[in-house]
């Protein structure tokens, strides 16, 4: 479906490149901001990842910029399918606050958190069934470049899925969406956490990366297929997916 969406790329937007470290500041209070900000949707729209995973049986996931792992609990504790995952992010705190939550959670034995960037993904050729990554892909320097590692990753027919934010396609909803992003998760943001510069550069990556039909072009040139997505929340999230081909075809030329 053809939309309106810009062609923006990460460069036209806040710097990427200490995001990490701005993850660490706000690890202590990050899922308390999120379920305040999104008055609990969040955990409802993970949980919707589920029903886009590919057909199979004990599927292994590899979840990128994991954070506290919300993404892949929600997952493990929804879909059997599911039979291990692994978390993958570059903060180190994020790691650490999710491996106090896998162990309350009793999933030690299904859940494992490492240290890694989801440009350079610490794993081997074809060894994930499904890949998601969830509020993380706008925060990655080369977002192309992550695709296509994603797509190396991944068996051949497994799944990349992606839970991103969008901008409403109406005017006016958009409207009121941006005004929120902008004066209203900034203070709030900051008010929980401690630390509002962090809401401002989170504000700023949504209101320019590409979204709809200009992100699902993005998956298509790293080698995807079947590519679709699945706006949520009146558009302010997507939910985005691509196949890597089956055919054994060469990676980024799909």
């Known amino acids: ?18 995001a990490p470290r701005m ?9 308390l901001v999120n379920r305040l900000m999104t008055g609990g949707q969040d955990v409802k729209w ?13 599927l292994q996931l590899l ?49 494992t958190m490492v240290t890694g960037d989801a440009m350079q993904i610490p794993a081997e050729d074809q060894s994930a069934d499904v890949i998601t990554i969830s509020f993380g892909i706008r925060n990655v320097i080369d977002v192309s470049t992550s695709l296509r590692d994603m797509l190396r990753v991944l068996r051949p027919g497994g799944r990349v899925i992606i839970l991103e934010c969008s901008l409403p396609r109406n005017a006016i909803i958009r409207a009121g969406f941006l005004g929120y992003f902008r004066y209203v998760m900034p203070v709030l943001g900051g008010l929980i956490s401690g630390d509002r510069k962090a809401y401002r550069y989170l504000n700023r990556t949504v209101e320019t990366f590409p979204y709809g039909e200009a992100f699902c072009q993005l998956l298509r040139e790293a080698g995807f297929e079947n590519v679709g997505e699945t706006p ?21 030329h799909g």
């Open 1 to 18: 479906m053809t939309s309106t969406t810009p062609t923006a790329t990460p460069a036209d937007g806040p710097s990427r490149e200490g």
């Open 23 to 31: 993850f660490d500041r706000i690890a202590h209070r990050y899922d």
């Open 46 to 58: 993970r949980k919707r990842m589920g029903s886009h995973l590919p057909a199979g049986e004990s």
């Open 63 to 111: 979840d990128l910029a994991t954070g506290t792992g919300d993404q892949a609990l929600s997952l493990l504790e929804t879909c059997p399918r599911i039979a291990s995952s692994i978390g993958m992010d570059l903060s180190e705190e994020m790691l650490a606050h999710g491996r106090e939550k896998i162990g309350e959670k009793g999933l030690s034995d299904r859940f």
């Open 232 to 252: 949520l929340t009146l558009g302010s999230v997507t939910i985005y997916q691509g196949d890597r081909p089956k055919d054994g075809r060469e990676l980024g």
